[in-house]
C-alpha cells in the first residue's frame, strides 16, 4: 500500500501541541484541515489551519477521554466545505512509543469521518492520535473504501523531524560498522533516518560534487543530482570525481556523480536528471524529496529554485518569469539582495542555500545565531 504522511509546518505543530497535551480535566482535541496530494510514492497530507475546540464544547462523561457537542465542530466543516479541504480530529496520548485509538476513539472515528466525507468527498478524513513520540489513527482517503492505519508525521520548523511507524532499513539490520563512528552522534534510530531519506542537490559543480560526496559517505539513502552542463576546463580543479579524461571527452557532470557514488560503496542510490530547474522532470523529481541542497552560483537559477513550493502547501503553481526589461530587474535584484521574498507563497518554504554568496548576502554560517544553511523566510 502506498506510503501515507502528514506534514505538519512551523507554528502548526507548536499550536497542536499546545492544545492536545494540555493538562485538564479531559483530554482535549483539536480539528486540523488539510489539503493533499500524491509526491512521488507517497500520499502527502499537509495541515493547513488548526481549529479549537472552546472550553464550553466539552461535556462531562467518565466513560470517554473527550465529548464534546457537535455544534462546536460547525466552523470547522464550514470553512471545510468552503475551501475543499479535509477534516482530521487530532487527540494525544502522553506516553511514548506507538499510540493506538482506543474503542471509543474508532467508534467516534467511523461516526464522523463518514460524515465528512459526504460534505468534502474529494479530501482526506481522518483520526489521528498522537504520543510523545509516534502517531496512529485512521485516515480515509478520497476513492478508498478501506480506512489507512499505517502513518508517519513530518514535523517541518528549524530542524525536520519524522515521526514514522518503523524505521528499519530495507534489510532489517542494524545500522553496519562502517557508521560505528557517526552512529556516535546520531545513535541507530538517526542512521536509518538517513538511509530512508532522498536528498536533491540542484547544482553539481565545485559546491555540489562536495555536498553529492559527503551525502554519499553519510549512508543517506537517495541522492538526486540534477543538472544539465557538461564539464569545462574550470571544473577541473574544483569538481570532486573529476579526470582529465573526463574533460577530454566532455562528459555530463550527472555522470561523474554517479560513478562517484558509487565508487564510495555504502549504500547510497543515486539517481540524476540531466536539465535545469525548472525543467518538468527536474520539478517531479523535486517534488518527492525530503531536502533541497541548491548549490547554484547566479541569481536567476536561485530565483527559479526558490520558486519551487516543495515545501509549501501549495504543491502545484505556475512560475513566475523574471522580469526582462532593465529596471524591473534591478528592483527585483535588490529586493532579493535585501532578503525579500518574491510572490511569497502561502505557508512556510524550506530553502536550503550553499554557494558563493550573491552582492548583499551574508556568508554561509555567519548571519548571527540563525545558520543560513537553514532558513525559513
Same mark, same amino acid.
Given at each position: ?26 483530554? +482535549? ?23 479549537? @475546540?472552546?472550553?464550553?464544547? +466539552? ?57 465528512? /466525507?459526504? %460534505? $468534502? ?6 483520526? $489521528? ?24 508525521? /513530518? ?12 524505521? @528499519? ?68 580543479? %574544483? ?10 571527452? /566532455? %562528459? ?24 535545469? $530547474? ?12 525530503? $531536502? ?23 504543491? +502545484?503553481?505556475?512560475?513566475?518569469? +523574471? ?5 524591473? %530587474? ?48
Amino acid at each position: 500500500m502506498t506510503e501515507l504522511e502528514l506534514r505538519i509546518p512551523l507554528g502548526v505543530g507548536e499550536a497542536l501541541r499546545d492544545i492536545v497535551f494540555r493538562s485538564g480535566r479531559h483530554e +482535549y482535541v483539536a480539528m486540523g484541515l488539510t489539503s493533499h496530494a500524491r509526491l512521488g510514492d507517497r500520499d502527502t497530507l499537509f495541515l493547513r489551519y488548526l481549529l479549537e @475546540l472552546p472550553e464550553s464544547a +466539552y461535556r462531562s462523561n467518565a466513560g470517554h477521554g473527550a465529548v464534546w457537542s457537535g455544534s462546536a465542530m460547525i466552523p470547522a466543516i464550514t470553512r471545510a466545505i468552503e475551501e475543499t479541504l479535509g477534516i482530521v480530529i487530532f487527540h494525544a496520548h502522553g506516553h511514548g512509543g506507538p499510540p493506538q485509538l482506543s474503542d471509543d476513539d474508532r467508534r467516534s472515528a467511523e461516526r464522523l469521518i463518514p460524515m465528512f /466525507r459526504a %460534505r $468534502v468527498p474529494a479530501r482526506p478524513h481522518g483520526s $489521528v492520535v498522537l504520543s510523545r513520540s509516534h502517531a496512529g489513527g485512521i485516515v480515509l482517503m478520497p476513492g478508498e473504501s478501506a480506512s489507512r492505519t499505517d502513518l508517519a508525521v /513530518r514535523w517541518l520548523g528549524a530542524s525536520i523531524m519524522d515521526w514514522r511507524i518503523s524505521l @528499519l532499513d530495507r534489510s532489517g539490520r542494524a545500522p553496519g560498522e562502517n557508521f560505528a563512528r557517526q552512529l556516535a552522534v546520531v545513535r541507530d534510530d538517526g542512521q536509518r533516518a538517513l538511509g530512508h531519506a532522498r536528498v536533491a542537490v540542484v547544482g553539481l559543480g565545485g559546491g555540489g560534487s562536495h555536498v553529492v560526496q559527503q551525502l554519499a559517505h553519510l549512508g543517506v539513502g537517495e541522492i538526486i543530482g540534477i543538472d544539465a552542463d557538461r564539464v569545462a576546463r574550470t571544473n577541473r580543479p %574544483r569538481l570532486i570525481g573529476m579526470t582529465r579524461l573526463d574533460l577530454w571527452l /566532455r %562528459r555530463k557532470k550527472t555522470m561523474i556523480m554517479r560513478r562517484m557514488v558509487r565508487r564510495v560503496g555504502l549504500s547510497s542510490r543515486c539517481r540524476t536528471i540531466e536539465e535545469r $530547474v525548472p525543467g518538468p522532470a527536474a520539478v517531479e523529481a523535486l517534488k518527492t524529496v525530503d $531536502v533541497i541542497v541548491g548549490c547554484l552560483d547566479n541569481l536567476h537559477a536561485r530565483a527559479d529554485l526558490q520558486e519551487l513550493p516543495t515545501f509549501s502547501h501549495t504543491l +502545484y503553481r505556475r512560475r513566475r518569469e +523574471y522580469p526582462r526589461d532593465q529596471r524591473s %530587474r534591478a528592483r527585483w535584484a535588490a529586493r532579493h539582495d535585501r532578503g525579500e521574498h518574491i510572490d511569497a507563497h502561502p505557508g512556510r518554504i524550506l530553502h536550503v542555500v550553499l554557494g558563493r554568496p550573491l552582492k548583499g548576502e551574508t556568508p554561509l554560517g555567519t548571519q548571527g545565531s540563525q545558520p543560513e544553511l537553514f532558513r525559513e523566510p
